[in-house]
């Protein structure tokens, strides 16, 4: 079982940039892709972004060349970094963990979800 604990959401304004944690408390961390989800209010959970275990990473269009998504697998932790934040992006981001030898970019493949952090943009 997987547990994941995401931080670092907040209220920041249209331009600017926050960094979201999500911490794993399985030892094999390394092997399963991680991904994060948003889900905005009426909506469904949306993919923004993966990694897997050997680095290779996708992005959702919407967020291509804001968002960087990166892992440190000695902290068992996988990062987003968001800059050039828009109102669009308000909605609670997820981490998941899949055990998948490719990186799977619907919810349902996600068996491990975390709690949720909120990301509300301002304009």
């Known amino acids: 079982q997987v547990q994941l604990v995401e931080s670092g959401g907040g209220l920041v304004q249209a331009g600017g940039s926050l960094r979201l944690s999500c911490a794993a408390s399985?030892?094999?961390?390394?092997?399963?892709?991680m991904g994060w989800f948003r889900q905005a209010p009426g909506k469904g959970r949306e993919f923004v972004t993966a990694?897997?275990?050997?680095?290779?990473?996708y992005y959702a269009d919407s967020v291509k060349g804001r968002f960087t998504i990166s892992r440190d697998n000695a902290k068992n932790t996988v990062y987003l970094q968001m800059n050039s934040l828009k109102p669009e992006d308000t909605a609670v981001y997820y981490c998941?963990?899949?055990?998948?030898?490719?990186?799977?970019?619907?919810?349902?493949?996600?068996?491990?979800w975390g709690q949720g952090t909120q990301v509300t943009v301002s304009s």
């Open positions: 998941g963990a899949a055990s998948a030898l490719v990186i799977p970019t619907t919810p349902d493949d996600y068996p491990y």
């Open positions: 399985e030892r094999t961390f390394s092997s399963y892709v």
């Open positions: 990694i897997s275990w050997n680095g290779r990473i």
